[in-house]
C-alpha cells in the first residue's frame, strides 16, 4: 500500500524469491503463492509486484516503458559473474519484445568499492568472464598515521618473514552490473547508480558484511501499472 501498489484498496500480490546466488529467472504470468527458487524475476503482467531481498548485493531493476514490462535481479558477486542482468534482458527480449535502446535501470544500494574486500580467486573468475575486469577492481593501502609517523619501529619489530600483507583488493560490483547493460546496448543516460553503500551507513541499510551476518533484509520492488 505504501508503494501504491494497490487496486480499490487491494495490495497487489508479491512474488518474491528464495535466492541461492545463482543465475536462475523465473517468467512470472500470475501470482505464485509460495516463494521460487532464483535470483531474478520478469513480467508483463500488470498489478502483480516482483521483490527481492539484499544486504549488500545489488537490487537491480529493469522497466521498459514501450512494451509494458519489468525485471527484478539479486546481483551479487555470483549472480555478477554469471550475468544474470544481462540474461534478464535477454529473456525479456525473447519474451516481451523488449530492446535496450527502452530500457531504464536502476541499480540500488549495496556493498560499495569502498568496503567491498575480496580475494584474487575471485577476480580470476571476473577476468574469465569480462574484458573490462581491470576497471572493476582497485587495490586499497590501509592508513596507519602510527606506522607513518614512527616507520622505524614497526620495521624493527616484525620478525623476519612478517613484513607488509600488501594493498587489499576491492571490487566495485555496481560498476560491474552498470557496464553488463551498456555491454548489451542499454543507453548510458537510461541507468541510474544509487551509489550508496550499505557497509558505510548501516543506520540505513541492513549489511550483511558489516552487521557479521546479524541483520535484516531490504526489499527492491517493481510492478506494472493496470
Not at 549488500?56 to 559473474?81: E, I, K, S, Y
Not at 556493498?111 to 572493476?136: M, P, R
Not at 622505524?152 to 571490487?171: E, I, T, V
Not at 552490473?177 to 541492513?206: M, S, W, Y
Request: net charge neutral; glycine share 10%.
Amino acid at each position: 500500500m505504501a508503494l501504491g501498489a494497490s487496486n480499490a484498496g487491494r495490495p497487489w500480490p508479491l512474488v518474491s524469491l528464495r535466492q541461492v546466488h545463482s543465475d536462475i529467472i523465473h517468467i512470472i504470468e500470475s501470482p505464485i503463492p509460495e516463494p521460487l527458487a532464483g535470483d531474478g524475476l520478469v513480467t508483463n503482467c500488470p498489478g502483480i509486484a516482483l521483490a527481492i531481498m539484499t544486504a549488500d548485493c545489488l537490487p537491480v531493476m529493469l522497466v521498459d516503458r514501450r512494451t509494458a514490462a519489468a525485471g527484478v535481479f539479486h546481483a551479487g558477486w555470483r549472480g555478477t559473474v554469471q550475468r544474470i542482468v544481462e540474461k534478464g534482458l535477454g529473456l525479456m527480449r525473447r519474451q516481451f519484445g523488449s530492446m535496450p535502446q527502452d530500457i531504464d535501470a536502476a541499480i540500488g544500494p549495496g556493498i560499495g568499492s569502498c568496503c567491498y574486500e575480496v580475494g584474487d580467486e575471485l577476480k580470476t573468475k571476473f577476468e574469465s568472464q569480462f574484458a573490462y575486469t581491470a576497471d572493476l577492481f582497485h587495490e586499497v593501502f590501509e592508513s596507519n598515521p602510527v606506522r607513518e609517523k614512527y616507520p622505524m619501529l614497526f620495521m624493527n619489530a616484525r620478525a623476519p618473514g612478517h613484513g607488509d600483507h600488501g594493498p587489499k583488493l576491492h571490487l566495485d560490483l555496481a560498476e560491474a552490473n552498470r557496464r553488463q547493460l551498456l555491454a548489451v546496448g542499454v543507453p548510458e543516460n537510461q541507468i541510474t547508480v544509487l551509489g550508496q553503500c550499505t557497509a558505510c551507513d548501516t543506520h540505513k541499510f541492513f549489511s550483511h558484511r558489516a552487521e557479521k551476518g546479524k541483520t535484516g533484509r531490504m526489499m527492491a520492488v517493481v510492478g506494472i501499472r493496470p
